[in-house]
């Protein structure tokens, strides 16, 4: 079946822009989560999401990193007055259940430049 | 404050030479070590999942094993195909992110 989708996959900012990232989870899928990846480092946490609701937050860097779920199934996280220490790439992963087994799926990762 | 480094951070071998990979953890409380492979501009990939000491899990030319605070990806006689970056990542109690090590760029030389 389908994996996780995410577009666009590259985005070029001028700083202050805002931006938004879709994800789309696995078809099914209860928990969706959302990392940033610096270059040559390992993805680090941002957000956690069951369902449409928003479990845990603690790794959105500052209060201009915004992520919803409205309906449960595709994502989306909007970075507002982006600034060049925001450029990386953006993962999304989900996964079927909440059980501390479930393997978290990633999708392609969308590079986020912002100059 | 839990924490994964993995070692080396690169990696070069020739086809065939076997080695293995480091992933060295402290957190408070383990539910699940992953191991992933990610290849240049794409999402990483899912390889194993190992829960307690001892246990191990194999994939083709992959072996994962698990210690209180280790894990090791064994590559036997690997292939250039097996070239990518390979990434640790714990789960512990009471969350459901994923904590990851920086990685292991691994380069296989036909």
């Known amino acids: 079946g389908a994996g996780v989708s995410q577009s666009p996959r590259y985005k070029v900012a001028k700083r202050g822009q805002d931006v938004a990232l879709r994800c789309d989870p696995i078809s099914g899928h209860v928990s969706l989560f959302w990392y940033q990846q610096a270059l040559g480092q390992g993805p680090e946490f941002l957000t956690y999401f069951q369902n449409e609701a928003q479990l845990d937050k603690s790794g959105l860097p500052s209060d201009r990193f915004f992520a919803e779920r409205p309906e449960g199934s595709v994502s989306t996280l909007k970075i507002q007055r982006t600034q060049q220490e925001d450029s990386a790439v953006y993962l999304c992963?989900?996964?079927?259940?909440?059980?501390?087994?479930?393997?978290?799926?990633f999708g392609p990762g969308t590079r986020l430049t912002v100059l | 404050e839990d924490q994964v480094t993995q070692s080396p951070e690169a990696l070069r071998l020739q086809e065939g030479e076997s080695s293995s990979l480091n992933c060295s953890y402290t957190v408070s409380g383990l539910r699940g070590l992953f191991w992933y492979r990610q290849d240049p501009g794409k999402g990483p990939e899912f390889l194993f999942t190992?829960?307690?000491a001892g246990e191990e899990k194999e994939k083709e030319r992959l072996k994962a094993t698990l210690t209180k605070k280790e894990s090791f990806l064994h590559i036997t006689a690997p292939k250039p195909e097996d070239s990518a970056t390979y990434l640790c990542a714990v789960r512990i109690q009471g969350a459901q992110k994923l904590v990851f090590g920086q990685g292991t760029r691994l380069t296989i030389n036909p």
């Open positions: 992963a989900s996964s079927l259940g909440t059980s501390g087994g479930d393997t978290q799926y």
């Open positions: 190992l829960y307690s």
